[in-house]
């Protein structure tokens, strides 16, 4: 919890503040999971603090809901393309993804229980960053991803514009 609680920190993920008059303060849960070997064996347990995104209410909270997911005969055409070719296909998984996107809406979230700051416990956050369990939270990483993507050389695909195209020398490269 320690660990979550120190990438928010970092990442800025959000502010500690008096909650304005009108608004209303989203509550957090804190979700427990066990990570396990190829034989079974629990290696590391994860805690990950999840907003109840639940009591956000549309056209107040939020506009729209978002998930951006490549049509899966695109990724296998890529695939087939990529053997044909021999070219080597790498799969990257980002660490608290949904923290680097940043949202838009005026959100607050309750302090965490077991970790309400002594001095300001009647204070709540301000969500600056994408909060796992948040409607906002795809639509935010995906603008952040694609954002950095375009700026770096990368052209949305034809075919899925979910799907981000780099030609590297005699490669391609596909996010």
């Not at 009108?22 to 066990?34: D, P």
């Amino acid at each position: 919890m320690h660990e979550e609680l120190l990438q928010f920190k970092l990442l800025n993920v959000w502010t500690l503040v008096y909650l304005p008059e009108g608004k209303k303060a989203i509550g957090t849960k804190w979700v427990y999971r066990n990570k396990k070997d190829q034989r079974g064996i629990v290696i590391r347990n994860k805690a990950r603090l999840v907003a109840h995104g639940q009591r956000q209410e549309e056209g107040i909270d939020y506009d729209e809901v978002f998930a951006p997911v490549a049509r899966i005969e695109a990724i296998r055409l890529f695939l087939a393309y990529a053997s044909y070719m021999d070219f080597t296909v790498y799969h990257m998984d980002v660490k608290c993804a949904f923290l680097y996107g940043t949202i838009e809406e005026e959100v607050y979230v309750s302090q965490p229980l077991g970790f309400v700051d002594l001095e300001f416990p009647n204070k709540v956050y301000k969500v600056e960053k994408a909060l796992y369990g948040l409607h906002q939270a795809l639509s935010a990483w995906y603008e952040t991803l694609s954002t950095y993507l375009l700026e770096n050389g990368f052209r949305r695909g034809t075919i899925d514009n979910t799907l981000f195209i780099k030609k590297i020398k005699n490669d391609i490269l596909l996010v």
